[in-house]
C-alpha cells in the first residue's frame, strides 16, 4: 500500500489547521481569556457609568440646592447681590 502525495498533503493541512485552532491567534484558550477580560470590562464600565449617574445627580443637587438657598434669602431674608437695589413695596393695609 503506497500513500499518495496529496493525502499526505490533506493530513498535514489538517494538522496545521488543528494546531491553529487549539494553539494559535484566536483558539479556543485565546477567546476563552479574552472573553473573561471582556465580561471584567463590562463591569468596570457597569460601575463606572453609576458613579458617574450618582455625580450627576449630586451636581444637579447642588445646582437647584444653591437657586433655592438664594431664592430663599432674598424672598425671607432681604438678601441682594453686589450693585442690586432691593425695592419693597407696601400695599396699604398688609401689615408685616
Known amino acids: 500500500m503506497t500513500v499518495r502525495p496529496s493525502t499526505v498533503l490533506l493530513l ?15 483558539s479556543v484558550g485565546n477567546v476563552a ?14 460601575q463606572a457609568r453609576q458613579a458617574n449617574d450618582r455625580l450627576a445627580a449630586e451636581v444637579r443637587d447642588l445646582q437647584e440646592g444653591l437657586e433655592m438657598v438664594e431664592e430663599r434669602a432674598r424672598g425671607e431674608l432681604g438678601m441682594v447681590k ?3 437695589i432691593y425695592v419693597q413695596i407696601a400695599t396699604p393695609g398688609a401689615s408685616r
Request: aromatic share 6%.
Open 82 to 84: 453686589p450693585n442690586e
Open 12 to 26: 498535514a493541512l489538517l494538522a496545521v489547521l488543528h494546531a491553529q485552532i487549539w494553539f494559535g491567534r484566536g
Open 33 to 46: 481569556q479574552m472573553q473573561q477580560k471582556l465580561d471584567a470590562q463590562k463591569a468596570n464600565n457597569v
